[in-house]
């Protein structure tokens, strides 16, 4: 079946430390986007990617970093400048980019601060 | 700028009906609903386009009102399994060239009781 996969589910991080969050589809989608997701604030874009070897800053990007090597993965790093990482991370993507299609999300990853 | 979704939260007896409104102050493109169940991925539920159209099957609807900036998700004769949260997403004409982002709001918690 096609799908997002987002790895891990659960993911902790220690003071200072860059962590890498995996976002892969095999819906052959043009777009991916990260969204961040805090308790009553809904989903924040961070990044978004149109095609490969693109992307751009959404709204909340500071402390983020991501890239778009493969059309199918879709990679975001919290950095050590990113000072307040808990919260759920989506992964999601749309067969082009804009909002006349669809976004397909991922399960999800939830990181917590040691 | 967040779209702004009413009410916050609802709680419905099953089979009685509810509307989830959405605003924005900016000038749409599209407005997307989707359902959230805790700690899963949000799920898509329909796209509506500027012409102020009405999409919808069985029992879930929605309308959309471009002069307004305006949209309503109908939920009628509740099931139990339509308990969650529920946001919009909204795509508007002033995001930016290029600029395919959907900026959702913090999103409406439905809970359907026996």
């Known amino acids: 079946d096609g799908g997002i996969t987002q790895s891990p589910k659960y993911l902790f991080r220690k003071e200072g430390q860059n962590v890498t969050l995996s976002c892969e589809q095999n819906l052959n989608h043009d777009a991916m986007y990260w969204y961040r997701q805090d308790p009553g604030q809904g989903l924040r874009l961070i990044y978004y990617?149109?095609?490969?070897?693109?992307?751009q800053k959404g709204d909340i990007a500071e402390g983020y970093s991501v890239s778009r090597e493969k059309k199918e993965s879709f990679p975001l790093t919290v950095t050590s400048a990113q000072k307040n990482p808990t919260a759920f991370y989506l992964c999601?993507?749309?067969?082009?980019?804009?909002?006349?299609?669809?976004?397909?999300f991922g399960d999800g990853t939830r990181l917590s601060i040691l | 700028q967040q779209p702004v979704q009413s009410p916050q939260a609802v709680i419905l007896r099953e089979g009685e009906d509810a509307v989830i409104n959405c605003s924005s102050s900016?000038?749409?493109?599209?407005v997307h609903w989707y359902r959230q169940k805790h700690g899963e991925a949000p799920v898509f539920l329909m796209i509506?386009?500027?012409?102020?159209e009405q999409k919808g099957h069985e029992k879930i609807s929605a309308s959309f009102n471009e002069k307004k900036q305006q949209s309503s998700l109908y939920l009628t004769a509740s099931q139990l399994s339509y308990s969650g949260t529920y946001f919009c997403g909204t795509e508007s004409a002033n995001s930016g060239a290029g600029s395919y982002q959907l900026t959702f709001g913090k999103g409406t918690k439905l809970s359907v009781i026996p």
């Open positions: 999601a993507s749309s067969i082009v980019p804009g909002g006349y299609q669809p976004q397909h």
């Open positions: 900016k000038a749409l493109y599209s």
């Open positions: 990617s149109q095609i490969v070897n693109d992307f």
């Open positions: 509506l386009l500027k012409g102020g």
